[in-house]
């Protein structure tokens, strides 16, 4: 059974970093895209970040490009949000997701408040 | 970025009858490929979002037949043939045919 879950979120200051974490397992890490999305309290989703089975092709939205990087290690099966110069409106639940054509798999997701 | 726009916002309905949301998109979704890249999630409350689409019309496993999409090019539906109490939520289409994927705003379903 695929299992994707988060850690690292909680409370930090704007201006700050944080770095997310989401372990893979019940299927074969280095094979998939990994993914990761957000979700504003009460509002809808963006697609933040993906990267590539072997990490070497990364895409962002424009929002958090150039602050935020993804990151693979696929010995942990492990997938990484290294988030820098956090805004108040980063502040959102971030989901790892794998989706592919066939099958979509979503983390239950990890709270960042970015709050003075 | 390609816009993608939901319609009704908020959908009432009262058990048992069908429900409809459609999706149009600001740009073609039909990748190099040939394929058409839109799919539908359904996010309950306090849950995690669900695929119940891809690629249009193809049904992710698990989700009952009730659930139908339809489209092609820019405009897209989703359909229920007759809503239960477990369809409470927002729906979201969403396309995956250009960097980077966008969401439409969700539709709240509501039971009447």
């Known amino acids: 059974e695929v299992h994707l879950v988060e850690s690292g979120g909680g409370l930090v200051q704007p201006g700050g970093s944080l770095r997310l974490s989401c372990a893979a397992s019940g299927f074969t890490f280095s094979n998939y895209w990994m993914h990761w999305v957000r979700q504003a309290p009460g509002k809808g989703l963006l697609w933040v970040s993906r990267t590539n089975p072997d990490g070497t092709s990364t895409n962002y939205a424009d929002s958090v490009k150039g602050r935020f990087t993804v990151s693979r290690d696929n010995a942990k099966n492990t997938v990484y949000l290294q988030m820098n110069s956090l805004r108040a409106e980063d502040t959102a639940v971030y989901y790892c997701?794998?989706?592919?054509?066939?099958?979509?798999?979503w983390g239950q997701g990890t709270l960042v408040t970015a709050s003075s | 970025d390609v816009v993608m726009t939901q319609f009704p916002l908020s959908l009432p309905v009262t058990l048992g009858q069908p429900a409809s949301i459609s999706c149009r998109s600001s740009?073609?979704?039909?990748?190099?490929?040939?394929?058409?890249?839109l799919n539908w999630f359904q996010q309950r409350p306090g849950q995690s979002p669900r695929r119940l689409i891809y690629?249009?019309?193809n049904r992710d496993s698990g989700v009952p037949d009730r659930f139908s999409g339809s489209g092609s090019g820019t405009d897209f539906t989703l359909k229920i043939s007759r809503v239960e109490a477990e369809d409470v939520g927002v729906y979201y289409c969403v396309q995956g045919t250009h960097w980077p994927y966008t969401f439409g705003q969700g539709t709240k379903l509501e039971i009447k």
């Open positions: 997701v794998r989706d592919s054509s066939t099958v979509s798999y």
């Open positions: 740009q073609s979704l039909v990748y190099s490929d040939g394929n058409t890249y």
């Open positions: 690629k249009v019309s």
